[in-house]
C-alpha cells in the first residue's frame, strides 16, 4: 500500500511562483523513482519531472529552466519549485511513485495561471 498526498496548488498570476509538494507513505524504499505529472483540460496527462532516490532529475521541455524537483528521502517528499509560470501551465498536477513496476499517484491538486 502507497499513499501520496498533494498540496501547494492555488491561482497565481503569469510570471508567479508556486511550490507543490507530495508525501508518501506505506511501503516505499529509498531508490523509488518520483515525480510530477499533469493534465490540462482537454489533454493527456504528460510528465512535468521525475527525480531518482540519488537525486537525478528529467524534465518535460515546456518547464525546463523554470521547474526544479527534489526530494528529501528522510521525510519521504518530493517538491515541484514552478517559477515564471505561464498560462499553459494550468492543469492538475499529480504526484507520481515508481515501486517494482507498480505506478502511484495522488489524488492532484490544481494550479491556475492567469494572465
Known amino acids: 500500500q502507497v499513499q501520496l498526498v498533494e498540496s501547494g496548488g492555488g491561482l497565481v498570476q503569469a510570471g508567479g511562483s508556486l511550490r507543490l509538494s507530495c508525501t508518501a507513505s506505506?511501503?516505499?524504499?529509498?531508490?523509488?523513482?518520483m515525480g510530477w505529472y499533469r493534465r490540462a483540460p482537454g489533454k493527456q496527462r504528460e510528465l512535468v519531472a521525475r527525480?531518482?532516490?540519488?537525486?537525478?532529475?528529467n524534465y518535460a521541455d515546456p518547464v525546463k529552466g523554470r521547474f526544479t524537483i527534489s526530494r528529501d528521502n528522510a521525510k519521504n517528499t518530493v517538491y515541484l519549485q514552478m517559477n515564471s509560470l505561464k498560462p499553459e501551465d494550468t492543469a492538475v498536477y499529480y504526484c507520481?511513485?515508481?515501486?517494482?513496476?507498480?505506478?502511484?499517484w495522488g489524488q492532484g491538486t490544481q494550479v491556475t495561471v492567469s494572465s
Open positions: 527525480i531518482t532516490g540519488g537525486g537525478i532529475t
Open positions: 507520481w511513485l515508481s515501486r517494482v513496476g507498480d505506478n502511484y
Open positions: 506505506g511501503s516505499i524504499f529509498r531508490f523509488n523513482f
